[in-house]
């Protein structure tokens, strides 16, 4: 049996996820005043984290098109798991 790969940011309902350079990350966090905690949190396994290479610690900005606001920006900490 041959497994098909599929790519899960592809997908049509699936927001463009874009992960962080470190100096990039720091400069978002001290623009915000926020601590990379107090951010929502995404785990590791989660399969858009996977799919742009994410590991603990890192930071992953989510792009959504929004029919009121034209684009939505919002980003999520990695965390284990």
């Known amino acids: ?3 098909k790969s599929f790519n899960v940011l592809e997908h049509e309902l699936v ?3 874009v992960l ?3 100096k990039t990350a720091a400069a978002i966090l001290k623009k915000l005043g926020l601590k990379p905690f107090q951010l929502p ?3 590791e396994s989660d399969p858009a984290a996977k799919a742009v290479g994410a590991k603990a610690g890192d930071l992953i900005m989510i792009i959504r098109k929004s029919p009121t606001a034209g684009v939505s920006i919002s980003f ?3 965390r284990r798991g």
């Open 15 to 17: 927001p463009q996820h």
């Open 41 to 43: 949190w995404m785990y």
């Open 76 to 78: 999520r900490y990695v």
């Open 1 to 3: 049996m041959v497994k």
């Open 20 to 22: 962080l350079d470190k």
